[in-house]
Protein backbone atom coordinates (compact mmCIF):
# COMPACT_ATOMS: atom_id res chain seq x y z
CA UNK A 1 0.00 0.00 0.00
CA UNK A 2 0.96 3.71 -1.15
CA UNK A 3 1.82 6.72 1.52
CA UNK A 4 0.52 9.58 0.48
CA UNK A 5 3.47 12.49 0.58
CA UNK A 6 3.68 15.56 -0.61
CA UNK A 7 7.66 17.51 -1.34
CA UNK A 8 8.37 20.97 -2.38
CA UNK A 9 11.77 21.45 -4.15
CA UNK A 10 13.97 24.46 -4.27
CA UNK A 11 16.26 24.69 -8.05
CA UNK A 12 18.80 27.38 -6.94
CA UNK A 13 21.85 27.98 -8.91
CA UNK A 14 23.99 26.06 -6.23
CA UNK A 15 21.65 23.14 -6.14
CA UNK A 16 18.94 21.31 -5.33
CA UNK A 17 16.83 21.46 -2.09
CA UNK A 18 14.04 18.80 -1.54
CA UNK A 19 11.98 18.78 1.75
CA UNK A 20 8.84 16.28 2.48
CA UNK A 21 5.98 15.36 4.24
CA UNK A 22 4.57 11.98 4.61
CA UNK A 23 4.63 8.72 6.75
CA UNK A 24 4.38 10.44 9.91
CA UNK A 25 7.56 13.20 9.57
CA UNK A 26 9.01 15.47 7.47
CA UNK A 27 12.62 14.40 5.76
CA UNK A 28 14.94 16.24 2.96
CA UNK A 29 18.09 16.41 0.64
CA UNK A 30 20.00 17.94 -1.43
CA UNK A 31 22.83 18.11 -3.76
CA UNK A 32 25.11 21.40 -4.52
CA UNK A 33 25.66 21.32 -8.28
CA UNK A 34 24.56 23.54 -10.68
CA UNK A 35 21.30 23.30 -12.25
CA UNK A 36 21.89 21.82 -15.80
CA UNK A 37 21.67 23.82 -19.05
CA UNK A 38 21.50 23.59 -22.75
CA UNK A 39 22.50 27.03 -24.52
CA UNK A 40 21.59 28.72 -21.63
CA UNK A 41 17.84 27.11 -21.25
CA UNK A 42 17.31 24.48 -18.26
CA UNK A 43 17.49 20.82 -19.38
CA UNK A 44 14.02 20.01 -18.06
CA UNK A 45 15.38 16.02 -18.78
CA UNK A 46 18.61 15.94 -16.45
CA UNK A 47 16.56 18.52 -14.18
CA UNK A 48 13.81 15.43 -13.71
CA UNK A 49 16.05 12.69 -13.25
CA UNK A 50 18.46 14.80 -10.45
CA UNK A 51 15.08 15.75 -8.61
CA UNK A 52 13.41 11.81 -9.10
CA UNK A 53 16.79 10.98 -7.41
CA UNK A 54 16.20 13.30 -4.41
CA UNK A 55 12.91 12.58 -3.85
CA UNK A 56 14.06 8.80 -3.81
CA UNK A 57 17.39 9.68 -1.52
CA UNK A 58 14.99 12.06 1.05
CA UNK A 59 11.87 9.23 1.32
CA UNK A 60 14.01 6.51 1.27
CA UNK A 61 12.39 5.28 5.03
CA UNK A 62 8.98 5.19 3.71
CA UNK A 63 7.51 2.38 1.82
CA UNK A 64 6.28 2.78 -1.58
CA UNK A 65 6.09 6.99 -1.44
CA UNK A 66 3.12 8.46 -3.83
CA UNK A 67 3.07 12.29 -3.59
CA UNK A 68 -0.12 13.85 -3.84
CA UNK A 69 1.29 17.01 -5.04
CA UNK A 70 5.49 17.77 -5.86
CA UNK A 71 5.63 21.95 -5.93
CA UNK A 72 9.15 23.15 -7.86
CA UNK A 73 10.38 26.80 -7.10
CA UNK A 74 12.74 27.10 -10.26
CA UNK A 75 15.61 30.15 -10.74
CA UNK A 76 15.16 31.94 -13.80
CA UNK A 77 11.28 31.57 -14.20
CA UNK A 78 10.26 32.45 -16.56
CA UNK A 79 12.84 32.71 -19.53
CA UNK A 80 15.10 29.91 -18.32
CA UNK A 81 12.75 26.66 -18.81
CA UNK A 82 11.25 26.46 -22.24
CA UNK A 83 8.45 24.55 -21.13
CA UNK A 84 7.62 24.10 -17.48
CA UNK A 85 4.91 21.54 -19.23
CA UNK A 86 7.55 19.56 -20.38
CA UNK A 87 9.32 19.62 -17.20
CA UNK A 88 6.07 18.64 -14.77
CA UNK A 89 5.28 16.08 -17.61
CA UNK A 90 8.85 14.50 -17.65
CA UNK A 91 9.18 14.08 -13.89
CA UNK A 92 5.77 12.37 -13.99
CA UNK A 93 7.09 9.72 -15.74
CA UNK A 94 10.05 9.17 -13.20
CA UNK A 95 7.95 9.86 -9.80
CA UNK A 96 4.35 8.74 -8.92
CA UNK A 97 2.42 11.97 -8.24
CA UNK A 98 -0.88 13.65 -9.15
CA UNK A 99 0.21 17.28 -8.98
CA UNK A 100 3.21 18.96 -10.10
CA UNK A 101 3.49 22.94 -9.63
CA UNK A 102 6.00 24.70 -11.20
CA UNK A 103 7.04 28.30 -9.77
CA UNK A 104 8.84 31.16 -9.39
CA UNK A 105 12.21 30.96 -6.69
CA UNK A 106 11.23 34.41 -5.52
CA UNK A 107 7.27 33.06 -4.98
CA UNK A 108 8.19 29.97 -2.54
CA UNK A 109 11.28 32.11 -0.80
CA UNK A 110 8.42 34.90 -0.34
CA UNK A 111 6.27 31.96 1.15
CA UNK A 112 8.73 30.08 2.96
CA UNK A 113 9.62 33.91 4.77
CA UNK A 114 6.68 34.79 5.75
CA UNK A 115 4.31 31.91 5.51
CA UNK A 116 1.75 33.49 3.31
CA UNK A 117 2.09 36.96 4.81
CA UNK A 118 1.89 39.88 2.77
CA UNK A 119 5.38 41.68 2.44
CA UNK A 120 8.53 41.82 0.21
CA UNK A 121 11.21 39.60 0.18
CA UNK A 122 14.39 39.80 -1.44
CA UNK A 123 16.34 36.18 -2.51
CA UNK A 124 19.82 36.42 -2.85
CA UNK A 125 21.83 33.44 -3.60
CA UNK A 126 23.98 32.97 -7.01
CA UNK A 127 20.97 35.39 -8.19
CA UNK A 128 19.06 38.30 -6.98
CA UNK A 129 15.37 39.12 -6.87
CA UNK A 130 12.53 40.54 -5.11
CA UNK A 131 8.88 39.78 -5.02
CA UNK A 132 6.29 42.09 -3.16
CA UNK A 133 2.55 40.22 -2.63
CA UNK A 134 -0.24 40.15 -0.54
CA UNK A 135 -0.95 36.66 -2.49
CA UNK A 136 -4.33 38.25 -3.59
CA UNK A 137 -4.02 40.86 -5.77
CA UNK A 138 -0.38 42.66 -5.73
CA UNK A 139 2.65 40.81 -7.14
CA UNK A 140 5.55 43.17 -7.50
CA UNK A 141 8.64 41.89 -9.01
CA UNK A 142 11.72 43.67 -8.80
CA UNK A 143 15.58 42.80 -10.45
CA UNK A 144 15.88 39.07 -10.86
CA UNK A 145 17.24 39.67 -14.83
CA UNK A 146 20.28 37.59 -14.80
CA UNK A 147 24.10 38.42 -14.30
CA UNK A 148 24.26 40.32 -17.41
CA UNK A 149 21.42 42.37 -17.01
CA UNK A 150 20.91 42.72 -13.27
CA UNK A 151 20.76 40.10 -9.90
CA UNK A 152 21.98 43.51 -8.13
CA UNK A 153 23.74 42.79 -4.52
CA UNK A 154 23.80 38.51 -5.20
CA UNK A 155 26.40 36.10 -4.85
CA UNK A 156 27.23 36.87 -8.75
CA UNK A 157 27.45 40.37 -8.12
CA UNK A 158 29.73 40.19 -5.25
CA UNK A 159 32.06 37.12 -6.44
CA UNK A 160 32.37 39.68 -10.13
CA UNK A 161 32.98 42.62 -8.05
CA UNK A 162 35.75 41.04 -5.61
CA UNK A 163 37.48 39.83 -8.87
CA UNK A 164 37.02 42.65 -11.01
CA UNK A 165 38.96 44.69 -7.74
CA UNK A 166 41.57 42.03 -7.85
CA UNK A 167 42.04 42.12 -11.34
CA UNK A 168 42.27 45.94 -10.88
CA UNK A 169 45.35 45.65 -8.35
CA UNK A 170 46.95 42.73 -10.42
CA UNK A 171 46.98 45.82 -13.72
CA UNK A 172 47.82 48.01 -11.18
CA UNK A 173 45.11 50.14 -12.01
CA UNK A 174 44.59 50.84 -7.64
CA UNK A 175 46.49 50.07 -4.92
CA UNK A 176 43.61 48.04 -3.30
CA UNK A 177 43.03 45.45 -3.26
CA UNK A 178 46.52 42.88 -2.76
CA UNK A 179 44.32 40.96 -0.30
CA UNK A 180 41.48 40.00 -2.99
CA UNK A 181 44.35 39.32 -5.58
CA UNK A 182 45.27 36.67 -2.60
CA UNK A 183 41.96 35.21 -2.41
CA UNK A 184 41.74 34.83 -6.25
CA UNK A 185 44.85 33.29 -6.48
CA UNK A 186 44.21 30.97 -3.61
CA UNK A 187 41.28 29.94 -5.47
CA UNK A 188 41.96 29.67 -8.91
CA UNK A 189 45.98 30.06 -9.74
CA UNK A 190 47.39 32.66 -11.47
CA UNK A 191 45.44 35.26 -12.73
CA UNK A 192 45.32 33.48 -15.95
CA UNK A 193 43.66 30.61 -14.23
CA UNK A 194 40.38 32.49 -13.37
CA UNK A 195 39.89 34.32 -16.52
CA UNK A 196 40.12 30.92 -18.26
CA UNK A 197 38.20 29.42 -15.22
CA UNK A 198 35.39 31.95 -16.00
CA UNK A 199 35.25 32.67 -19.40
CA UNK A 200 35.12 28.36 -20.01
CA UNK A 201 32.97 27.87 -17.41
CA UNK A 202 29.21 26.18 -18.56
CA UNK A 203 27.67 28.66 -15.79
CA UNK A 204 29.58 31.97 -15.49
CA UNK A 205 26.98 33.22 -13.00
CA UNK A 206 27.68 30.15 -10.74
CA UNK A 207 31.69 30.29 -10.92
CA UNK A 208 32.21 34.05 -10.12
CA UNK A 209 29.65 33.75 -7.05
CA UNK A 210 31.70 31.19 -5.57
CA UNK A 211 34.04 33.91 -5.06
CA UNK A 212 31.80 35.53 -2.98
CA UNK A 213 32.64 33.75 0.26
CA UNK A 214 36.28 34.63 -0.35
CA UNK A 215 35.22 38.44 -0.54
CA UNK A 216 33.51 37.74 2.75
CA UNK A 217 36.73 36.06 4.30
CA UNK A 218 38.77 39.26 2.96
CA UNK A 219 35.86 41.61 4.78
CA UNK A 220 35.94 40.17 7.63
CA UNK A 221 39.44 40.35 8.47
CA UNK A 222 39.23 43.89 7.40
CA UNK A 223 40.03 44.63 3.78
CA UNK A 224 38.29 47.94 2.78
CA UNK A 225 37.48 46.87 -0.54
CA UNK A 226 35.93 43.86 0.43
CA UNK A 227 34.42 45.50 3.33
CA UNK A 228 32.42 48.08 0.81
CA UNK A 229 31.39 45.60 -1.93
CA UNK A 230 29.65 43.90 1.00
CA UNK A 231 28.06 46.74 1.83
CA UNK A 232 26.47 48.20 -1.45
CA UNK A 233 25.18 44.72 -1.95
CA UNK A 234 22.97 45.04 0.67
CA UNK A 235 22.18 48.27 -0.43
CA UNK A 236 21.44 47.15 -3.80
CA UNK A 237 19.30 44.33 -2.36
CA UNK A 238 17.37 46.79 0.02
CA UNK A 239 16.34 48.86 -3.17
CA UNK A 240 15.15 45.69 -4.86
CA UNK A 241 13.21 44.62 -1.62
CA UNK A 242 11.42 48.28 -1.69
CA UNK A 243 10.38 48.31 -5.30
CA UNK A 244 8.77 45.36 -4.28
CA UNK A 245 7.00 46.71 -1.72
CA UNK A 246 4.94 48.92 -3.42
CA UNK A 247 0.93 49.00 -1.92
CA UNK A 248 1.73 46.78 0.54
CA UNK A 249 2.22 47.09 4.53
CA UNK A 250 6.33 47.82 5.45
CA UNK A 251 6.84 44.37 6.26
CA UNK A 252 10.41 42.86 4.41
CA UNK A 253 12.12 39.80 4.92
CA UNK A 254 15.07 38.19 2.99
CA UNK A 255 16.03 34.70 1.92
CA UNK A 256 18.83 32.48 0.44
CA UNK A 257 22.10 31.55 1.23
CA UNK A 258 23.96 35.36 0.90
CA UNK A 259 22.43 36.38 4.33
CA UNK A 260 24.58 33.54 5.83
CA UNK A 261 27.18 36.23 6.71
CA UNK A 262 25.18 38.20 8.89
CA UNK A 263 26.12 42.01 9.44
CA UNK A 264 28.28 41.95 7.10
CA UNK A 265 25.12 42.31 4.36
CA UNK A 266 21.98 42.84 6.91
CA UNK A 267 23.46 45.56 8.84
CA UNK A 268 23.33 48.17 5.25
CA UNK A 269 20.42 45.94 4.13
CA UNK A 270 18.50 47.50 6.97
CA UNK A 271 20.03 50.56 7.24
CA UNK A 272 19.09 51.17 3.49
CA UNK A 273 15.30 49.82 4.22
CA UNK A 274 14.79 52.28 7.10
CA UNK A 275 15.89 55.19 4.66
CA UNK A 276 13.37 54.55 2.01
CA UNK A 277 10.58 53.03 4.27
CA UNK A 278 10.91 54.71 8.09
CA UNK A 279 8.53 52.68 9.28
CA UNK A 280 9.84 49.22 7.60
CA UNK A 281 9.50 46.21 10.09
CA UNK A 282 12.20 43.49 9.48
CA UNK A 283 11.66 40.04 9.83
CA UNK A 284 14.05 37.43 9.97
CA UNK A 285 12.65 34.48 7.56
CA UNK A 286 10.32 31.61 9.57
CA UNK A 287 11.85 29.25 6.70
CA UNK A 288 13.90 28.95 3.50
CA UNK A 289 13.40 28.47 -0.02
CA UNK A 290 12.47 24.52 0.17
CA UNK A 291 10.22 25.19 2.97
CA UNK A 292 8.01 27.55 1.01
CA UNK A 293 7.99 25.03 -1.72
CA UNK A 294 6.45 22.25 0.59
CA UNK A 295 4.53 25.16 2.00
CA UNK A 296 2.94 25.75 -1.43
CA UNK A 297 2.95 21.69 -1.90
CA UNK A 298 0.24 21.18 0.70
CA UNK A 299 -1.83 24.29 0.30
CA UNK A 300 -1.88 23.95 -3.51
CA UNK A 301 -3.26 26.41 -5.93
CA UNK A 302 -6.15 28.87 -4.34
CA UNK A 303 -8.40 30.94 -6.71
CA UNK A 304 -8.19 33.50 -3.83
CA UNK A 305 -3.99 34.13 -3.62
CA UNK A 306 -2.01 31.80 -5.78
CA UNK A 307 -3.46 30.95 -9.22
CA UNK A 308 -5.66 33.70 -9.40
CA UNK A 309 -6.11 35.57 -12.62
CA UNK A 310 -4.21 39.09 -11.15
CA UNK A 311 -1.39 36.45 -10.06
CA UNK A 312 -1.36 35.21 -13.90
CA UNK A 313 -1.53 38.55 -15.65
CA UNK A 314 1.72 39.93 -13.45
CA UNK A 315 3.80 37.03 -13.70
CA UNK A 316 2.53 35.34 -16.87
CA UNK A 317 1.37 32.08 -17.55
CA UNK A 318 4.73 30.24 -17.75
CA UNK A 319 5.12 31.94 -14.23
CA UNK A 320 3.74 29.22 -12.28
CA UNK A 321 1.70 25.79 -13.61
CA UNK A 322 -0.20 23.21 -12.35
CA UNK A 323 0.00 20.33 -14.03
CA UNK A 324 -3.04 17.91 -12.76
CA UNK A 325 -3.23 14.17 -12.61
CA UNK A 326 -4.56 12.72 -16.32
Not at 67 to 90: K, W
Not at 246 to 253: D, E, V
Not at 296 to 317: K, N, Q, T
Request: proline share 5%; charged share 20%.
Amino acid sequence: MSTQCVAGVDVGGGGIRVRGQGGGGEWGASDCETVPRSGGIIEHQELSIRIRDLLARAASPIAQPRFTRIAIGLTGMPGLLESPAELAAELRRHVSVGEVIIASDALITHIGALEWEPGAVVAAGTGAVALGTDHVSIWNRSDGWGVLLGDEGSGAWIGAHGISAALHFADHRTTLSARLLRELERKFGTVADAVRAIHGSPSIAHTVAAFAPSVATAAHDGDPVAVQIWQEAGRRLAKSALAASRGLPPTFSWGGRLFDVGKLLTRSFREELLRGSPEAVLRPPRGDAASGALLLAADGLRADRVGSEEFVREFGPESILAVASG
